[in-house]
């Protein structure tokens, strides 16, 4: 069974110092893999998606992760933080092999901004 | 943009009431998604559709049922309201291959 986790509840790091998130993943094939984001008192939305192809994934607002098979490893991160970098992100694994795109999340990081 | 309403972003409901959680979107989207969210357990998945009259029980099924009728609005029922059922709802919609979810803003239910 595919699952995900997420090591560390709560992230808290200083406006303009490095943001890393952790994510690893367990599945029997290689998966889908993704990083949503939700902002206070909204729903989640896309950040990046892997997918097969690069190794190293780009997202929106200067995220990215990179995919390493041998570490079973997803993390994300932005080289300077931002104060409006502060919410909650989640890890997520889908089955490429699934006609309907079910998604497994992770418990989530807390990610806070300190100035 | 896709969109993805729910219909209340808040409800205060009694125990033992039958509660209707409405989700619609607007692009014509194939699958579509009743996750629950709770704090440190992350978004668990209560039931999934992915067509009209299709169902498909997801984690936490248990005392919850779902109602696809048309394509573009999906409905969580809880039939006998529990304070345990005390959550963030959130829905979402995709294509039926396709992985990237588009979700609603959530209704925070709170059973009393």
């Known amino acids: 069974a595919q699952s995900v986790t997420q090591l560390g509840s709560h992230v808290s790091v200083s406006e303009g110092a490095l943001v890393l998130l952790r994510c690893n993943y367990s599945?029997?094939?290689?998966?889908?893999l993704f990083w949503y984001v939700q902002y206070p008192n909204q729903g989640l939305q896309l950040l990046l998606k892997y997918t097969s192809a690069a190794t190293l994934v780009k997202g929106i607002n200067g995220f990215e992760a990179e995919f390493k098979k041998s570490e079973t490893s997803f993390h994300l991160t932005k080289p300077s933080a931002h104060m409006s970098d502060a919410a909650e992100y989640f890890c997520?694994?889908?089955?490429?092999?699934?006609?309907?795109?079910?998604?497994?999340f992770g418990s989530g990081t807390r990610l806070s901004i300190r100035p | 943009d896709v969109k993805v309403t729910q219909s209340s972003r808040y409800l205060v409901k009694r125990t033992g009431e039958k509660v209707f959680l409405e989700c619609v979107q607007d692009m014509d989207h194939e699958n579509m998604f009743w996750y629950r969210q709770d704090p440190g357990l992350g978004l668990r998945l209560i039931y999934f559709s992915y067509d009209v009259k299709m169902k498909e029980k997801g984690d936490i099924p248990e005392g919850y049922s779902v109602s696809r009728e048309k394509k573009e609005r999906f409905s969580l029922i809880l039939e006998s309201a529990s304070t345990n059922q005390t959550s963030m709802y959130l829905c979402a919609s995709s294509r039926l291959q396709g992985q990237i979810y588009t979700f609603g803003s959530g209704t925070r239910l709170t059973v009393v």
């Open positions: 599945s029997s094939v290689p998966p889908y």
């Open positions: 997520a694994v889908s089955d490429r092999d699934s006609s309907a795109s079910k998604i497994i």
